[in-house]
Each structure stands twice: as C-alpha cells, then as structure tokens.
C-alpha cells in the first residue's frame, strides 16, 4: 500500500479510505483481510495533510508501517512527511467503529528496524518482495499514541511572527532568527520569506487540533444521542482550540490593512477574509455559549458545532493560502509597529 503519485495509485487509495471509513476498518478485494491503517500526514513542502493507508502489525504498545512503495527505489511521500513533523493521525478499526487518535511517528534504525522488518516479512511474504526488489532500505515507522494533547495553547499565531518581525525576531519552522530591523524594503524581503510558509504551518497546526478535538468529541457521544455532561478536559480542549483561532484571526486582521497598501489587487480578496473571519468567529461565539453551560453542555450537539466549523475552516484555509502565500513571502513588514509584549519573556 503506498502513497505514490500517479493519479491511478491515488484514486485506488481514495476508493480504500473511502471504505475503510464507511465499514469500520474493514476493505474487500486486493487487501481483504489485511491489517490496515489509516496514516494523516501533514506535507513537509505544501502543509496540507495527506492519508495514506498503509498495512500496520501490532508490537506492544505501538504500530508499526513500512515504506516499501511497493518496491520502488524510492521513499514514499508520507515517510518524508513524517521525518520533517512526527505529529501524525491514525485512524484505525476497532469494535465495530474507526477509532481516531494522534500519535508520535519514529523511524527505527540498526537492528530494532531489521528484527521489526524480518517479522513482517515472515508474516506476509510479499515484504520479503519488496526488499528483495530495491537497493534501498526499507523504513520501518513505529507510531506511538500520544498523550492527550493541550489544544490550542501553543503560541501558533501568524500575526505573531509577522510583528515579531519588525522588533527584530523572525520564528520560522520552529525556531527563532535574531535579525536587525531595517526599514530597506529588498532587505525585509529577504528576511521573511517564510512568512507565507508558516501560514500553510498555523494552518496544518490548527488543523491538527481541530482534528484532536473532534476526535475526542466523538469517542464520547459514540451510539449515543446525547452525554449528560462534558468532561472538563474535553472542554478545556474545545475552548483552547477556539482560543488559539481566534487568536490567529484577530493578528491577521492587523495585517491585513498593510498587506492591502502594499498588494492593492488583494483588496477585494482580503475583505472576503476578513468577511470569513466574521463568521468564523460567530460560530466560535455560539459554541463558547454551549460550553459556559458546564456540566449541562451536550457533546452531541457541541460535535455537530465543530463540524460545521471544520466544513467553514477548511474552505477558508484553502482559499486563503491559495490567494496570499505568494504576497505573504514578499511583503514589507518593516512597516509593522511591534506587537505589544512580544519583546517580554513568555509574550504571545
């Protein structure tokens, strides 16, 4: 089972996923029977997540993948994935429905990865196969299932590097850049390429989370119509996901009136995101209502919520990475005033 790039390969995973999801885990034809996975990647170069199904064996605690490609003499695209983020999703089947969890993805090494392949390789032939086919050295990938994570409390807010940026600090891919504020434009440039990029990464993040959070809701509704309450810890989940979005769209309101002066042909694209904006925020003010009924509140119907949100999210994503990365990468932000407290330890 791989992840490869003709479109055939990719309408032939789609059709598996599809199935997996729709009979709790369980596929018929080429792969009837066979242990199966699903594996949410986020993409090292686009920040889109990509599922992939992929046969998986039980070793204690953990499962256990392998990029055999089907044999090819190249990785497969989910392995370069995991290497740059090991945050990965599972979905997996399990008394009768597909349970959801997060994991930690770690590629083994020296004889921990030959004992795990010449195991799998005994118990289906066909990984023997692949090995014997390519020169390279097949990848075994254990997936370990995270800790339930504390949603939404990461500093993951665009406006956040963006004013940082003016004071003199650029954070990209997770690491900070001490630069020297400038107000030449070619020089601001050049320091904030990345700006763009770490979009597609807030994005991919809240993704994530709001993907943890689902999650969660679900395992707790199950059959059932309704819980008579919402655990705290879910709560707090759903309330540090909302915050954190918030939060991210309040700063790109901030920028976006420089990205206009700058980009004037982007006004009418940025008013349609600041439009969403607004109504992304009137759903997180109706769920924030549900939620301050405590113990009272109803999973079910907070479920259905995200849903919706998740729907409206994903279509503003793509809108909006698709229309501003390029002017993101290049704009100007010597311009920015500094972010208040950016410049204190622990400022967000």
Excluded at 164 to 187: C, D, F, H, L, N
Excluded at 232 to 250: I, M, N, W
Excluded at 321 to 334: G, R, V
Aim: aromatic share 6%; hydrophobic share 40%; glycine share 8%.
């Amino acid at each position: 089972m791989t992840d490869s790039q003709p479109t055939s390969a990719a309408d032939f995973n789609a059709a598996i996923i599809n199935e997996f999801r729709a009979n709790a885990g369980k596929v018929g034809g080429l792969f009837a029977g066979a242990p199966l996975v699903l594996l949410t990647t986020i993409g090292a170069k686009s920040g889109r997540s990509h599922t992939t199904p992929l046969v998986y064996y039980r070793h204690d605690d953990h499962l256990l993948v392998f990029g055999s490609n089907g044999g090819s003499d190249s990785h497969p695209a989910w392995l370069f994935n995991v290497r740059n983020n090991p945050e990965v999703t599972v979905e997996i089947g399990a008394s009768g429905a597909v349970e959801t969890f997060q994991a930690t993805a770690v590629v083994l090494s020296g004889a921990e990865r030959e004992r795990r392949y010449v195991e799998q390789a005994a118990r289906d032939p066909a990984f023997a196969a692949y090995q014997a086919g390519t020169e390279r050295v097949i990848p075994v990938v254990a997936l370990r299932k995270a800790r339930r994570p504390s949603v939404g409390r990461r500093p993951i807010v665009l406006g956040a590097v963006i004013l940082a940026g003016a004071a003199g600090v650029i954070a990209t891919r997770g690491s900070t850049e001490k630069t020297t504020p400038t107000t030449a434009p070619a020089t601001a440039t050049a320091r904030t390429t990345a700006i763009g990029d770490h979009l597609r990464q807030v994005h991919a993040q809240l993704r994530r989370d709001l993907g943890t959070v689902r999650a969660e809701l679900a395992a707790q509704v199950g059959d059932s119509v309704t819980l008579p309450s919402l655990p705290r810890d879910l709560r707090a989940h759903c309330v540090g996901f909302c915050s954190a979005l918030h939060e991210h769209h309040t700063s790109e309101d901030g920028v976006f009136p420089v990205l206009a002066k700058q980009f004037p042909e982007l006004s009418p694209v940025l008013a349609r995101l600041q439009r969403e904006h607004g109504e992304v925020a009137r759903v997180i003010a109706e769920l924030q209502q549900v939620l301050d009924r405590g113990d009272t509140a109803d999973p079910a119907h907070i479920r259905t919520e995200f849903d919706r949100l998740a729907s409206e999210l994903e279509a503003h994503f793509v809108y909006e990475e698709s229309t501003i990365i390029d002017a993101l990468n290049a704009m100007d932000t010597s311009v920015l005033p500094p972010r208040p407290g950016a410049d204190r330890p622990g400022g967000r």
